[in-house]
């Protein structure tokens, strides 16, 4: 087996790998958006709560003033009936008059803070419903991905193994070279070799699409290690000893 060939190996099992980690990227991808949104949500529940005990708060504290204020007036009226002279009477109903406005003008606001506290149950209770379907949402996203780990366990773990062992069949420089390439460039680190027009010697790169010379295509069909000069992946072609073919394989093929 060629250098090519050994890598081919490593490539091709990479690319399952890849395959399948990157179904289960995708389930982790979703699940951290719906987890992030899931956090937004929580977030606006926790200000609505907030806002809504201090309406109600507000609210209470102006109940009791309007209910200190009912008191005095009461006890006011009770004063009236026992006044003594006119006087007396005309002072007290000053006050009571006093007294009533500051009460109507309570009463305004514990009016207007309703209508505020009515908005804001509304609001809370949008949140609360938009917080329920959000977490039923990333229920799902979490089994989904668990799932979807459990299903590509064993078929890793399998192809991992077979990863190492065809790597370590390849010579060690040349393994190098792949595993470079696989950082930068993931599955365009190798390419075939693209028959243009085998009876015109013309060829080009997979990845790049660039033409390939005679030298290039003599280069692969003699097993070295080959790349290619415009992309640097590394090139391999399906039938070793493509340069010295001089038939095509399939009537008309070659003259695409
Ligand atoms: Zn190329």
Request: proline letters at 1%.
């Amino acid at each position: 087996m060629t250098v090519t060939a050994q890598l081919r190996k490593v490539f091709e099992t990479d690319k399952l790998i890849r395959g399948l980690t990157g179904r289960l990227d995708g389930a982790e991808r979703f699940l951290a958006e719906q987890l992030k949104q899931q956090r937004d949500v929580d977030g606006k529940h926790t200000a609505a709560q907030t806002t809504l005990r201090q309406l109600k708060a507000q609210h209470a504290n102006l109940e009791a003033e309007a209910g200190g204020h009912q008191q005095r007036m009461d006890k006011l009226r009770e004063q009236m009936n026992a006044a003594k002279n006119n006087k007396e009477y005309s002072a007290f109903l000053t006050e009571l008059n006093t007294l009533k406005t500051a009460k109507d003008e309570v009463e305004k606001k514990q009016l207007e803070l309703m209508e505020q506290i009515e908005k804001s149950e509304e609001a809370f209770k949008a949140i609360e419903a938009a917080r329920a379907e959000r977490a039923v949402i990333v229920e799902k996203a979490k089994a989904d991905r668990a799932s979807r780990e459990s299903e590509i366990k064993d078929r890793l773990a399998e192809l991992k193994t077979q990863r190492a062992e065809q790597a370590k069949a390849a010579p060690a420089d040349a393994l190098k070279i792949l595993e470079d390439l696989l950082a930068k460039r993931g599955e365009d680190a190798m390419a075939k070799v693209e028959e243009i027009n085998r009876r015109a010697h013309e060829w080009s790169c997979g990845a790049c699409m660039m033409a390939l010379t005679v030298q290039t295509i003599n280069a692969i069909a003699a097993g070295r290690l080959t790349r290619c000069s415009n992309c640097q992946c590394i090139l391999y072609s399906e039938d070793e000893d493509i340069a010295s073919k001089k038939t095509p394989k399939k009537a008309g093929k070659a003259d695409l």
